[in-house]
């Protein structure tokens, strides 16, 4: 999420092209037109994290383009979705598609991914080889224990050629889908707070980005992670949400384009991220065809 928060990766997504153009929208934004004219009130955003730097920049940016926002700050993830669905908010800015796809299927409700912002890449570390092909063949690759981070660590070892995950890789896959006769690596699951002082033990370990300094590390010393132009990582895009029925509006359209190209809201989503975030742009269309592949993945696996 916006601010590094990772939950499961669904990876069983059609592969949906990032594209440089950004979401389109009718409504006029020059000097003089009203874009808020249609709902007649300010826009109102939930985010987690009201003092990141990209958020000031981007109420005056939309406010240059005759648009008035509202940021309504939350202490916690659980929040702003029951928020958005129940009406208190217009739009909400602070998760990926994952994260999303969870929440519709366990609350009932229907968000929808209206556009994209950016990803927070996940890394493969090692203290003992310099190369994922340094890593032998039978060695030992630590990942997090818990459900919301196991599945995307088992995706990006895959990625890597380090595993082959009998599924194909989904939003929930585990440990127990690993194909052990197919891999190169054992995979060893640990808590994600002790993988930094484990890494020592192993051949290589994904780690939280909350925790990469914690093991003496940089983001750059990653030997891989995600690849934001790879369907696998699509699902963790982070992504500004609305209603369904407010999918198509012209205004939060308006604004998704302004948060992805105006260059001081960028200049803050990267201090913001560490220089870890990449920005990345996704047609409303695309998003929601990943959103759709997760949130069935979920639901075949309460079944």
């Not at 519709?104 to 003992?128: C, E, F, M, R």
């Not at 994922?132 to 990625?159: F, H, Y």
Request: hydrophobic share 40%.
């Amino acid at each position: 999420m916006s601010r590094t928060l990772t939950t499961a990766l669904a990876a069983a997504t059609a592969a949906a092209a990032l594209v440089v153009s950004l979401v389109g929208c009718s409504s006029a934004s020059g000097a003089g037109s009203d874009p808020t004219s249609e709902s007649g009130k300010t826009v109102k955003v939930g985010v987690v994290g009201k003092s990141d730097p990209q958020w000031p920049a981007f109420v005056e940016a939309a406010k240059k383009e005759g648009i008035t926002v509202e940021l309504v700050d939350f202490g916690s993830y659980e929040q702003p979705n029951p928020a958005l669905a129940e009406g208190e908010l217009d739009l909400n800015e602070f998760q990926h598609i994952v994260y999303l796809a969870q929440y519709n299927v366990k609350s009932g409700k229907d968000l929808q991914a209206i556009g994209s912002t950016a990803i927070y890449p996940l890394g493969l570390y090692s203290k003992k080889h310099k190369s994922v092909k340094e890593i032998p063949s039978g060695g030992t690759v630590a990942v997090p224990d818990d459900a919301s981070n196991q599945a995307r660590a088992l995706l990006v070892l895959q990625s890597a050629g380090l595993v082959k995950l009998k599924s194909g890789g989904t939003a929930l896959s585990d440990v127990a889908d690993v194909d052990t006769a197919a891999s190169k690596v054992k995979v060893t699951p640990l808590e994600a707070a002790l993988i930094p002082t484990s890494l020592p033990d192993v051949d290589a370990a994904i780690i939280n980005n909350d925790f990469v300094k914690d093991a003496g590390l940089t983001f750059a010393d990653a030997l891989t992670q995600d690849d934001a132009k790879d369907a696998t990582a699509q699902p963790y895009v982070n992504i500004f949400a609305a209603r369904a029925k407010d999918k198509d509006n012209p205004t939060y359209l308006k604004l998704v384009e302004i948060f992805q190209k105006d260059p001081a809201v960028q200049a803050g989503l990267k201090k913001a991220s560490g220089d870890i975030g990449i920005p990345t742009v996704l047609s409303a269309a695309d998003l929601q065809k990943v959103q759709a592949t997760v949130e069935s993945d979920v639901k075949a696996h309460k079944n």
